[in-house]
């Protein structure tokens, strides 16, 4: 009988190094996009999809994300007693996040690599398959991306990885999938990931764009690559090199996504992001796009 997916990771340890000195002080996490930090975002996501149980992995100097998730009754009564309701309620709700997704905290420790953070969360999960979701991602979705994948793991009863269509000459930018069969229904049997190859050698015109269910054999092939840097302590530890020696043996399967998908890693993208979500509002998105039109106009006329 197939498990039901109940848990997910967030890998939040990372030092947003291509945002810097933005992140100097704040977590890349923490940036803002719209009304609410980005890992807001993905935590709502999760939750949405029904998943009940969420390990934020974390470093020493991430407590800004636990202070946001955290119940703080006394701001609460505080807006209420001002006669301000509406944000009392917002308060409120933001609190109730961490009860309904019942999130837990780990700090990271190994070697460095984005594959740490799964094993350190995944050690207490048994055979229980999972998602993880990275923080800096801002997904737009009819249907949640973490939904879809799960719709996806209930099909096949293996990994999933979550997979964009993409121009072939940004093939150097993501991890390429080798596509082996098209199942339909964007559904992809997949034998490997090749990271950020030349167009010309990209296997296949799908990114992968940071979302997976995850199973046991993985996480295997993490603790059987970190038994190897124990022994060698030599590069990173990568959920890709996991994912291509599990594929090497057992079946692995990409979905394409549909929605739109915002990367906030960086400046560019972040900007994206924001200005995105900013002209999606239905406040503020009007004046904005006015003010975007008029911008153009000037630029054009030179005026």
Partial sequence: MRATIRRAVIPAAGLGSRLLPLTKATPKEMLPVGDRPVIEHTVR????????????????????????????????AQLRAG????????????????HRGHITYLHQHGPYGNGTPVLNAARDFGDEPFL?????????????????????????????????????????RYGVPVVKEDLGDG??????????????????????????????????????????????????LYLTDALNA?????????????GRWYDTGNPAAYLTAQF?????????????????????ARATTGR
């Avoid at 997904?139 to 939904?147: L, M, N, T, Y």
């Avoid at 406040?283 to 039109?293: D, F, H, K, N, S």
């Fill in 246 to 258: 599990y594929a090497a043996r057992r079946a692995v399967y990409g979905q394409v996504i549909e």
């Fill in 276 to 296: 995105a979500h900013a002209l999606a509002h239905p406040e503020y998105g009007p004046a904005l796009l006015r003010q975007a039109q008029e911008h153009a």
């Fill in 83 to 98: 006669g301000k309701p509406g944000y009392a309620d917002a308060v409120e709700e933001i609190g109730e996040l961490s």
């Fill in 45 to 76: 996501e999760l939750i949405d999809s029904g998943i009940t149980d969420i390990t934020i992995v974390v470093s020493g100097d991430k407590s800004l994300i636990q202070e946001h998730f955290r119940p703080n009754p006394a701001l609460v």
């Fill in 187 to 236: 559904a992809l049997r997949i034998t490997g990931l090749v990271e950020k190859p030349e167009p010309a050698d990209a296997p296949s015109h799908f990114a992968a764009i940071g979302g997976y269910v995850l199973t046991a054999g993985v996480v295997d092939e993490l603790r059987e690559q970190y038994r190897r840097h124990r022994e060698n302590p030599v590069g990173e």
């Fill in 132 to 172: 993880v979701l990275w923080p800096d991602d801002v997904f737009v979705a009819a249907v949640p991306r973490a939904r879809q994948l799960v719709a996806a793991y209930e099909k096949t009863n293996a990994p999933v990885l979550a997979l964009m269509p993409m121009d072939p000459e940004d093939s150097q």
